[in-house]
Structure formats: structure tokens, C-alpha cells
């Protein structure tokens, strides 16, 4: 037997052994970290996954940042589940949800939040949280479905005016996400993925700049992600964040993600001011303020609040910030009118 013929043997071998990893410990990750929450149905066998918490009225609902999971939500979903009743969830293509089977714009992500919520009996009225392009999702899903909703935390969301098509300086942006996913894809089927990306988790205390340069891009990208996102979320949620990002399907829903970024810009670019609904928009300090004119877009009852110590994710960077903000929304929601209140009076 040739030498060639023994390489592609024992690479053949690995390849299977790699995708038998794979998919072990896909297995083993979601009896681990999964059995918090529930899946629903929300049609054609499609399943979303919620974790849910506290009780009452109204329901806060968390959406997450582009690539994100619920697990970005976890330290305040746990804090807002003290005083209220909360859902957060992954989209489908995320997470522990099933794949993608429409393209990922706000509208069709909204349509399918809304019938996981009819179909899993969490009843509105709602109070939107949402962050980034989640923040996104909630302005359409209050468009759509105002009668659901009491009021919107919208947590630095995603400026349509720097995105492709109005900017195309961001161009690269995409392109990059794009190779990341081309690079990480087929490895992901191979187990290469996830022996890489727990490496890393493993050791995030200890990362460098040099081994994230000699893994590339992508290296360069999760190190990232680590040090200015996943480093500032509870520690306990890290093993399951490798589990999602070390998964082939998750490559697959960030693709999908990204390829819609043009058609989401041109859709929530057009939409119409959300009307008579209270709308907090917090705004990193670190970033320049939405205008007026910005504002105005996006509702008729819209104040700004600047997070002065904050980047991007400012549920992360300043937690207190965006739970007093639901909070305030929650008591608004809640307290008596004026008329129930001179009644009570009268009494």
C-alpha cells in the first residue's frame, strides 16, 4: 500500500473520529446546559428554545445582538425576574434553536417571536428589551404587533445609517464575518472547532495577542468577542457559550445573520415611527448620540439616556443601568391611573 493511500486513510480516520467528537459533545452540551428552558413548536418542525423566570405582569422579553444567545441576558434577566415575569430565547439558527429557514431580517424574526409566544402560552402585555440588532427585531415586532406592547428598551441599537447599503464603509465588516464563517464552518464538522474555541475559553485568563495572530483572523475575532463581551458575563454561562460557538449549525445562522444585513437596513430604514409607545434608548458614552431626527424615527415617545461608562454592550458594562430602565417601565405599567386613584380616594 502507497504512502498517499495510508495519509488519506488516516486522514479519513481523524475527519470521522472528529465528527463523532462533534457530535458527542453536542449531546452531552445540551443535557449540560440546556435543561433550564424549554423548546416550542413554532411550525414546519421548527423549535424555539426560552428560559423563562420570576412571575407577574407585564412579561420582559430579551432579544439578543446579532450573534448572541440568551446567555447574554443571564445576570439581568435575573435581576428583572425579581420583581416580574421575563422571557429570553434564542432565534432560530442560534443557540439551542433550530436552524434557520427564512432569511434573518427583523420582520420574519418577529413573526416567529410572535408565535412562540402564542403557541408557549407567555401572554402579553409585553415590556421589549432589545440590544444591537435585537434592538432591531423589538421596534418591528412593536410596529407589527402594538396592541402587545406597554414599552421598549432599546440597548445601543443597530444604526441602519452605518450599515450597507446606506454606508458601504462597512463593507468589510462583512466580508470578514463571512471568511470567519467559510474558515470555521467545515472544521466545526470536524470537532476542530470546539477542541479550539474550549481551548481557548479554557485559558481566556491567559490569552495573547500572539496566539490569537497565529490562528488568524478568526483567532484574532474570538479573542475579541472573549475579552470585550463573553469576559464580562458570568463566568458560569462560559462553558455554554463555547458549547454554541463550537456547534456547525451556529456558523450556519451567523451566515444567514449577516447575508441579511442589506435587506434588514432597507426595511427598518423605511419603517414608521412607533407610535404612543415609551421608548428608552440608552446610548454608550463611548459613542456619539443618536440626533433628534434619529429619534424621532424610531417613535413619537422616545427619551435617550447616555451609559457614561459603557461600549457597545451596555447590559454588560453598566447591568444597573438597563434593569432600572425595565424597572421604571414595569412600575409605570403598573401603577394605578388617575382615575382608579381618585376612585380610591373617594373611598
Sequence with gaps: MGIALWIVLILAALIAVGMLYEMLGSRRD?????????????GRGARLYVLEAGSGEPTVLFESGISATNLNWRRIQQSVAEFTRTAS???????????CRTARTPANIAAELHEMLGRGGIKPPYILVGHSFGGLVMRRYALDYPEDVLGMVLVDPMRCEEWPPLDQARQSELERGRRLIRFASPIARCGLTRLAVTSL?????????????AAGSGGRHVLNRI???????????WPAVASHW?????????RKHIESI?????????AEPIRGIPVTVLTPGQSKPLSEECLRRIGNRVRQVIAPASAHWIHLDEPELVIDSIR??????????????TSLSAD
Excluded: C, N
Design 30 to 42: 445540551a443535557r449540560l446546559y440546556a435543561g433550564a428552558g424549554r423548546w416550542i413548536a413554532i
Design 328 to 341: 421604571d417601565l414595569v412600575q409605570a405599567a403598573t401603577a394605578p391611573s388617575p382615575v382608579l386613584q
Design 246 to 254: 463550537s456547534r456547525p449549525g451556529f456558523y450556519a445562522g451567523m
Design 89 to 99: 430565547y434564542d432565534r432560530s439558527g442560534l443557540g439551542w434553536s433550530s436552524p
Design 201 to 213: 475559553f479554557h485559558r481566556a485568563g491567559k490569552l495573547s495577542g500572539q496566539l490569537a495572530g
Design 262 to 270: 442589506p435587506d434588514t437596513v432597507r426595511e427598518m430604514h423605511a
Design 227 to 237: 475579552t470585550t463581551e463573553v469576559g464580562k458575563m458570568p463566568r458560569e454561562v
